[in-house]
């Protein structure tokens, strides 16, 4: 589980297990303030997303048998971003502990 830090919030990403995943899927629910990065659109779109290299950026998926995440926290590393953190439980794992999740229009679960 990773714990929210004090100050700036982290950049979130989320990613697609296939190009067959639409972002209707990312609509459907997300870790709050989380962008939508794929692996194929990492080199074209990190530096506009994420222009300052120093921002904390958590990279997560479903949950551990995803290997995306993986891929794209190591390229943006690749690419010069200095705090990349790999939450390898993911989506599944924030659920189960009963935080919050946004969609594409509030969060789903305002209470928490």
């Not at 997303?49 to 794209?72: A, G, K, L, Q």
């Not at 790999?86 to 989506?91: D, I, L, N, T, V």
Request: with cysteine; charged share 25%.
């Amino acid at each position: 589980m990773i714990d929210e830090p004090a100050g700036r919030a982290p950049v979130r990403i989320r990613l697609r297990r296939s190009l067959a995943a639409t972002t209707a899927a990312f609509g459907a629910g997300h870790l709050p303030g989380a962008i939508n990065l794929p692996p194929e659109s990492v080199d074209g779109r990190a530096q506009r997303r994420i222009p300052d290299p120093s921002t904390e950026v958590i990279v997560y998926c479903s949950d551990v048998t995803c290997d995306s995440s993986v891929v794209v926290a190591k390229r943006l590393i690749e690419l010069g971003y200095e705090n990349v953190s790999h939450y390898a439980e993911g989506k599944n794992d924030w659920v189960a502990a009963g935080l919050p999740l946004e969609d594409g229009r509030a969060a789903s679960n305002p209470a928490r």
